[in-house]
């Protein structure tokens, strides 16, 4: 039986991506915009990392051993959200110079909120809880061989390839677009694992920027639908209506940059599928 012998680029990235949750959730408890976002997309990183073990290790529970960084990205989600809606609030007014002063209060107001959340929560150690989950690791890689790894690997892959190609070539209904903005993240991130750790698909630098595409595209898109929701809730327990200037002119503002990125993203998903079919 030959021994999988890329076990420790494997183990190098889990433990690069580790470091970079640690050291971006300590900005994250002092409020850093930058370090709340990097803290959050090395978890999604993670996430896809866990969910790749699983495939190729039956012994491997993904779910359970990612429970503990699954709760650091609940446990900040209220902050970065927050966050997200006062960097676009200044994006959409800066061509519209409306006063908005009230509603962005009310961000701020959740920001702080969120803040509070994520600092109760640092009470119970959570950065102390990751630790042992390495030894599972190395256990499942070294039950297995290098055959086993690099099939299940690229089975996975290709699951998720295929499953975003037949979502694109649906009707692109919001419900859609939801499911391919996630996919899409595990997808990129599982593609660089393969490409880094396992050296596969190499000579297909193509990929990655466009699958960057289609997950920025609606990311930025899932802000403005996340917008609305704000509003709603501002005007909801403010006592003020969408149909008044300066708010009317604002949502008008943001559903229009919704429909403009929703039309965006026709283009983007078929050059990828056109990409990806290909792989």
Not at 17 to 39: P, Q
Not at 50 to 78: E, P, Y
Not at 268 to 274: A, I, M, S
Request: charged share 30%; net charge positive; aromatic share 10%.
């Amino acid at each position: 039986m030959e021994l999988f012998m890329n076990g420790n680029e494997l183990m190098s990235w889990y433990k690069t991506k580790l470091r970079e949750v640690k050291s971006n959730y300590t900005l994250a408890l002092v409020k850093d915009v930058d370090g709340v976002h990097d803290m959050r997309v090395a978890l999604k990183r993670m996430k896809a990392f866990f969910n790749l073990l699983g495939a190729i290790s039956d012994d491997f529970d993904a779910k359970k051993r990612f429970r503990h960084f699954k709760k650091l990205a609940r446990n900040s989600g209220a902050i970065r959200d927050a966050q997200v809606q006062i960097e676009l609030l200044a994006d959409i007014n800066k061509p519209l110079g409306l006063d908005v002063t009230s509603y962005r209060d009310f961000l701020l107001s959740h920001e702080e909120k969120g803040f509070k959340e994520l600092l109760v929560f640092a009470e119970s150690d959570p950065i102390g809880k990751l630790k042992g989950v390495k030894k599972t690791i190395s256990r499942a890689l070294d039950d297995s061989t290098s055959v086993r790894v690099e099939t299940m690997a690229q089975g996975r892959f290709y699951n998720l390839r295929n499953n975003l190609v037949l979502a694109g070539r649906e009707q692109l209904e919001e419900t859609v677009l939801h499911t391919i903005r996630i996919l899409s993240k595990e997808i990129h991130y599982t593609f660089e694992i393969l490409y880094q750790c396992l050296h596969l698909f190499e000579g297909r630098d193509d990929f990655v920027p466009e699958i960057k595409k289609v997950h920025q595209v609606l990311g930025k898109w899932h802000d403005y639908d996340v917008s609305l929701e704000y509003l709603d809730a501002f005007f909801t327990g403010n006592g003020v209506s969408p149909t008044d200037e300066p708010y009317s002119l604002l949502v008008k503002s943001v559903r229009k940059e919704k429909q403009r990125l929703h039309k965006k993203f026709s283009s983007v998903v078929k050059r990828f599928n056109d990409v990806a079919v290909t792989l």
